[in-house]
């Protein structure tokens, strides 16, 4: 009898925190809240010309065409700017001693890419949002990019790379789109 009550209560136990769990989704979430419905216009407009140059380079990436580093680096500045407006712990990474966007992926992103990388999944980890995931996919991106110095599979291993970035991306800023709202 006291082994039956232990097993039911086990159960009960597993059940309730598994129910707990799948009810969290893991790390806490929260939309994006903008001043006005101007700010949120503002940045929706900005996301829909993200996503149409991330659709683009992708397009351009699986034709097989070149992808310049000035292309990648302009459209990462961008969305990264844009982000960072909007998520005061993003934005207190990226300008951690003074720097701007471009200060950043000049300076630290660019002698530790990985690192940085898994600097702003931590931050996700802390406080998951698809505008942070959006923030990582960006700079996994500009890691991919193919050098038209390297040999064809190499080139064409980072196209692959590159194309998998993108979807990623192109996916997170339509999550990001929808989770825009105002006071």
């Given at each position: 009898m006291i082994r039956r009550a232990?097993?039911?209560?086990?159960?009960?136990f597993v059940i309730a925190t598994l129910a707990t769990l799948s009810a969290c989704g893991g790390a806490a979430h929260h939309p994006i809240v903008l001043e006005n419905q101007e700010d949120a216009e503002d940045f929706h407009n900005f996301l829909v010309s993200y996503l149409k140059s991330v659709d683009d380079m992708?397009?351009?990436?699986?034709?097989?065409?070149?992808?310049?580093?000035?292309?990648?680096?302009?459209?990462?500045?961008?969305?990264?700017?844009?982000?960072?407006s909007a998520d005061d712990e993003l934005h207190a990474h990226i300008t951690e001693g003074g720097q701007d966007v471009q200060a950043y992926l000049r300076t630290r992103f660019q002698d530790q890419p990985e690192q940085e990388i898994a600097a702003i999944a931590a931050i996700?980890?802390?406080e998951a949002s698809p505008l942070r995931s959006s923030a990582r996919y960006t700079l996994e991106m500009l890691t991919c990019v193919p050098n038209s110095s390297d040999p064809l599979?190499?080139?064409?291993?980072?196209?692959?790379?590159?194309?998998?970035?993108?979807?990623k991306l192109k996916s997170?800023?339509?999550e990001t789109d929808e989770e825009i709202k105002t006071h």
């Open positions: 232990v097993s039911v209560g086990l159960r009960l992708l397009h351009q990436v699986r034709k097989g065409d070149t992808i310049s580093d000035f292309s990648a680096g302009m459209l990462a500045y961008n969305i990264l700017t844009t982000l960072s996700n980890d802390h599979t190499l080139q064409q291993q980072n196209r692959d790379q590159l194309a998998m970035a993108l979807e997170a800023l339509a």
